[in-house]
């Protein structure tokens, strides 16, 4: 495996890490390979920037709920690697409401962590986001025992202002962005090879 490969890590959140009853476990017996893509092109109706491609769900749905559409599309949900692709994949997120993204909040690490979680590991510091209260503290920001998913707000108003983050309950119905990323899908076929 190649060196590249070794610092991308999925963290296959075990639901019961919420302290909510709105996930549903995905089993390995359940899971499957991720289809393989051709890194140059998008599907059609993607979002093309670097070497990933990113799909907007347009339907609302949960976040567990979210992140399992994301899997059927061979995709993990967005995750920020740096401010250039925050940037520009945030100009395709819709334009008026929540969108999740794959940044959680564990509720059993609120004394040992003042820092959320992504998805894949390599991600940019989650503190860089534009959260609504800054500087971040993760209360001030929504996050409690009952909301610990976070996600980004879109308002009509095309200014840095009306545009944050915000933890939410993981139950609520939100847009959601999902990202393909070559390296991060290799990684996971090589894993779950492993473990099957």
């Not at 991600?123 to 609504?132: D, I």
Request: glycine share 4%; aromatic share 18%; proline share 4%.
């Amino acid at each position: 495996m190649s060196s590249v490969l070794l610092r991308f890590k999925l963290f296959n959140w075990s639901y019961k890490d919420f302290g909510t009853s709105a996930f549903t476990d995905i089993s390995l017996d359940q899971r499957q390979r991720f289809a393989d893509f051709p890194t140059g092109l998008c599907p059609d109706g993607w979002v093309r920037f670097s070497d990933s491609c990113y799909w907007i769900e347009q339907h609302k749905q949960s976040f567990a709920e979210a992140e399992k559409r994301c899997y059927e599309k061979n995709a993990t949900l967005f995750v920020v690697n740096s401010q250039d692709e925050w940037d520009a994949v945030r100009e395709h997120f819709p334009q008026v409401g929540f969108t999740w993204i794959g940044l959680v909040r564990f509720t059993h690490r609120e004394r040992s962590e003042d820092f959320p979680t992504w998805q894949t590991e390599g991600a940019v510091n989650p503190t860089r986001l534009n959260w609504l209260i800054r500087p971040y503290k993760p209360v001030s920001n929504g996050w409690s025992i009952l909301a610990n998913c976070a996600a980004h707000y879109s308002a009509a108003l095309n200014w840095e202002a009306s545009a944050y983050t915000y933890y939410q309950p993981c139950s609520f119905k939100h847009f959601s962005i999902c990202e393909r990323n070559s390296t991060i899908l290799d990684f996971l076929n090589r894993k779950f090879d492993i473990q099957s």
